[in-house]
């Protein structure tokens, strides 16, 4: 037997299951349907609510159904009572941003590293999102391999300011790197020590020297221990990018600075000119410079003799040949002390 209702009874009935939902409500409701520009949710009403497709992302290329699954729960805020269809109006952004800022708040607190998509890049730095939350990366605060970012990239910041009543989010990469980069340093000092030999990547070369990335900390290679040899240049002998096998010879340990030997690594050529150069020995070399105060001779591969300026003069005199560097010249060792890496020339009688 079918039990009859009258009109009182049945709304009555029906108004059991309407709940009184006002603009400002957050409420569960599930996708029942998808629209040319929104989605049909069903919040347990009367009838169906609506979420227009602004409402659903702030990225205005997503449709609807790019974010919102059919036959799926979600929460919504009641932006707008009932229209003249008798239809609420819906936002899930806005929960969603609620959400995020929550989270932001957590992550901030705790100091957390978080990754952002990077969806603008404006003048001065980085525009990115995080669940529907827009932040700002200035371009001080990204460390140098993140500056040429493009729309789309993903990469890794911490907050800097968080003020959710203005909307204002400020992220640092550079922060993270920073942060990185001391657990790094304090890694590789606690491992390392001097006469250590560990391999490197030349990252950066200048007058003075190289600096070489060993284990994540750029460490300074000085132009004296590039090579025995004379080097003018670090770039006569190195180029970026190159993997190199250096010799530790110092740690600072206060001021966070390593320093590293190329030359170490290979054999003392001092130790080869001592067994086989005596003073009185006449021998002919390869001028590498010449100073004011006399002419540099390579003797040995990797062994430099000083030819002071008065014999260097007497000889152009004698010859009236004007030396320069890379020119032959017949010496004789007038003073030789290997402890000390220095030889001192004469010319032949």
């Not at 929104?38 to 919040?43: C, L, M, S, Y």
């Not at 001080?140 to 968080?162: H, N």
Request: proline share 3%.
């Amino acid at each position: 037997m079918v039990e009859k209702y009258s009109d009182e009874d049945f709304e009555a009935l029906l108004s059991k299951y309407d709940y009184k939902f006002k603009r400002g409500d957050i409420v569960r409701g599930v996708v029942c349907a998808y629209e040319s520009d929104g989605a049909i949710v069903d919040i347990g009403s009367k009838s169906a609510a609506y979420v227009p497709a602004y409402e659903v992302s702030s990225d205005r290329k997503l449709k609807a159904e790019d974010v919102l699954e059919k036959n799926t729960e979600y929460e919504f805020l009641i932006t707008q009572d009932c229209d003249e269809n008798g239809k609420f109006i819906l936002s899930y952004k806005k929960v969603a941003a609620a959400h995020t800022w929550a989270e932001l708040e957590k992550i901030k607190e705790a100091d957390e590293t978080i990754a952002v998509v990077v969806s603008q890049v404006v003048k001065g730095g980085l525009i990115v999102d995080i669940n529907g939350v827009q932040g700002f990366i200035p371009q001080g605060q990204l460390c140098a391999r993140e500056t040429i970012c493009s729309v789309g990239d993903k990469i890794e910041v911490k907050i800097l300011t968080l003020e959710k009543s203005q909307n204002n989010l400020i992220l640092s990469n550079k922060k993270v790197y920073e942060t990185n980069m001391a657990e790094t340093r304090k890694n590789v000092f606690s491992q390392i020590e001097v006469g250590q030999i560990v391999k490197g990547e030349v990252v950066r070369i200048t007058d003075f020297g190289a600096f070489v990335n060993v284990g994540g900390v750029d460490c300074l290679l000085p132009l004296s221990q590039i090579s025995w040899k004379w080097v003018e240049h670090p770039t006569d002998l190195l180029k970026v990018g190159q993997e190199i096998n250096v010799e530790i010879i110092d740690i600072d340990h206060n001021k966070q600075r390593i320093s590293l030997s190329l030359k170490n690594t290979e054999p003392d050529p001092w130790i080869k000119a001592e067994e086989e150069l005596k003073e009185g020995d006449e021998k002919e070399g390869v001028i590498t410079r010449i100073k004011p105060f006399g002419a540099f001779v390579e003797v040995l591969p990797g062994v430099e003799a000083l030819l002071p300026q008065s014999a260097l003069g007497d000889y152009q005199n004698k010859t009236g040949k004007v030396l320069a560097a890379g020119e032959k010249i017949v010496t004789k060792i007038e003073k030789f002390n290997p402890k000390d890496k220095r030889i001192s020339l004469g010319l032949p009688e």
